[in-house]
Each structure stands twice: as C-alpha cells, then as structure tokens.
C-alpha cells in the first residue's frame, strides 16, 4: 500500500506511529561537541598516530557525541601559534613540549635540564608523581585543563651537516636550532654554542638553506622528519629528555558534561601511555635503519658537556629561577644536580 502523508498522520493519532520510524529512517546525528587538536610533529609521529586513535576511541566511546579533528605537522601553524590559539579558544587541544609551555608557565621547562633524568623511566616517574602535579597545577592557574600523563619525546641527540659534535669544544660557535624556550638558549650558550630559536615547522628549510648547521631532537623525529636529508652527522648526546604534554583549552573541555569529560581524559591519557611503550622502541632501534638514510653517528664525550654546563653555572642559575620547592621535586627523581 503507498503511504501518503495524510496516511502516516491517521497512523500516529491512532497511537500507530512507530511505523514513520521505519519508513524514514532518521539521519545519524551530528556530534554535540566537535573540537581541533593540533601538533608539531608529522602524521606518522607516535604522537600524532596515538592521539588518532585515542580520538576514534573517543567518538566510539561517547556514541557520535564528541568529535576531534587532527591537524598534525604544523597545519595550524608553529608551536607558538598553536599555543596562543589554544588559549583564545581556536584550538581546543594541543601537545606541547613542556620547554614551550615555558613562556608561559615557566616551572614546566624543569623537565628539560641538561642530564637530569638517567632514563625515559624516571622521567616519566616524575611527571606522574609530584614533579608533574605541582606542573600541571601551575597550567590550571592560567586556564589551561592538562591531562594528568605526559606523552614521550624521549632523549634528545644533536646532528650537524658540517661535523661530528665529539665534545663541548666543538660547538663553539656551533649555529644550531632549538625550540622557542629560554632554558634550551641558556644550555646551548653555556655548551659555547650559538643557538638560534626557530618552530619546528621551519627547522628542515633552515638546516638546508643553512641558516643554522645543525639542530637537536630525539632519534623519532629525525625521521619522521626526514631531517636525515639535510643532515650527515648524528652525535648521541643524550643531553636532555623531553616529553609533549596534552593540553585543553579549560573552557571548551568545561562546556561538555562530566562523565564526556571523563572519556576524553581517560582516552588521552591511555594513549600517552601506549605511547611512551612505543616511542621507546622506535628510539632504541632506529640508529641502524638511520645510518641506512646516510647519517652518521658517533658517541661523543658526555663529562665534557657536563663540565660546560657546571662552569657556567648553569643549574645554580635555573634553580634560582625554578626555586625551592620545583628543585627539590625534581632532584627526588634526577638525584643531585651541580
């Protein structure tokens, strides 16, 4: 029998109207709450991939109601744009190294000093203990919502296009890139470098126009990068750990109920998790596939970097800048640092 309107309304103020369900299926509805999310670091980046699958996750677990779209590599613009969009609002999630978040919470960067954490381990001990608490209750106070787990960076190694960094004395005079944060200047220029604050973004087109000779990043994200193209030598300093915390614009994550809330921190949080397992391996085991891409690497003399850093008084000075309280915190983890 065709149905006609007028025969659907006889069909429901018959108390008959299941049927129009069946007949005109409803559309899927739209998701209440749709956020960005942005990131430095390529779409291949555990970080970008872990955040991907924490977001399908997410949408699964919240059935349509929260949606998040990712923008990897940049696509929103450097590490400081992102940030200060996240704070007006146009971005509503972002990872950040904690040495960026510096400018404006200036206790994050205490992860980052030169030699702190022996491994990737301890390091996150730290920022899943009392270190990162008294971090990220300084991030609440300028109305930025953190997740409680740090995803993983891992530990940071130094290239050159010109010469193999074999100690301290040869960076003297070294242009080397480092991210936009007062604390990675300071080391560089207590190493003898000459270091030159450029975003992620703009690091390969600076490493091949040679605007700098050299830069600093872990294993990961020389590939990832491909900065392998631009760079011949790789010297495994080990010179500081670093990590990328998750963070939301307070008053968009607000907006959404509380038990959204705890599906999307949950999910965040799993995935740093998984994370850090996986960040792990891909540094320990990417030296052979990278001397295959043409790099390389050499050990350099790690006390020579040590004894720049304590002539030029370099923790006395972050100390009294961190102050007590941070300082002791981290030295729970690190052990003494002079």
């Not at 050299?214 to 300093?237: H, M, N, R, W």
Request: charged share 20%.
């Amino acid at each position: 029998m065709k149905a006609t309107r007028r025969r659907l309304l006889k069909l429901a103020n018959a108390g008959l109207a299941a049927p129009v369900v069946a007949l005109f299926p409803l559309k899927s509805r739209a998701a209440e709450f749709t956020f960005k999310y942005g990131n430095q670091v390529p779409a291949n980046h555990p970080v970008t991939v872990g955040f991907q699958q924490a977001v399908e996750r997410i949408k699964a677990e919240t059935n349509g109601r929260v949606e998040i779209s990712v923008f990897a590599n940049s696509a929103l613009g450097g590490d400081t744009d992102m940030l200060s969009q996240l704070r007006s609002g146009a971005l509503e999630f972002f990872t950040s190294s904690p040495l960026i978040l510096s400018s404006l919470v200036s206790v994050a960067a205490i992860t980052g000093l030169g030699f702190a954490f022996k491994d990737s381990e301890t390091a996150w001990a730290a920022m899943d203990g009392d270190l990162g608490a008294l971090v990220r209750r300084e991030i609440r106070q300028r109305n930025l919502t953190p997740m409680d787990k740090i995803w993983d960076g891992g530990f940071r190694q130094i290239t050159s296009g010109t010469k193999p960094i074999a100690s301290a004395a040869d960076l003297s005079g070294f242009k080397i890139r480092v991210p936009v944060s007062p604390l990675w200047t300071s080391m560089f220029k207590a190493f003898g470098a000459a270091p030159a604050a450029i975003n992620f973004s703009e690091v390969y087109s600076a490493l091949q126009t040679k605007v700098v000779d050299g830069q600093e990043t872990p294993l990961v994200s020389i590939d990832t990068a491909k900065l392998y193209e631009v760079q011949k030598f790789c010297s495994l300093t080990n010179h500081m750990w670093d990590g990328y915390l998750c963070l939301a614009n307070t008053r968009a994550f607000d907006r959404m109920p509380k038990d959204l809330q705890e599906i999307v921190a949950r999910n965040i949080n799993r995935a740093a998790l998984d994370q850090r397992k996986e960040n792990l391996r891909l540094n320990q085991s990417l030296q052979a596939d990278l001397e295959k891409k043409g790099l390389v690497f050499n050990k350099p003399d790690i006390a020579s970097f040590r004894a720049a850093l304590a002539k030029a008084k370099f923790y006395a000075e972050w100390h009294e800048k961190f102050g007590n309280e941070a300082w002791h915190l981290l030295e729970k983890y690190s052990g003494e640092l002079s």
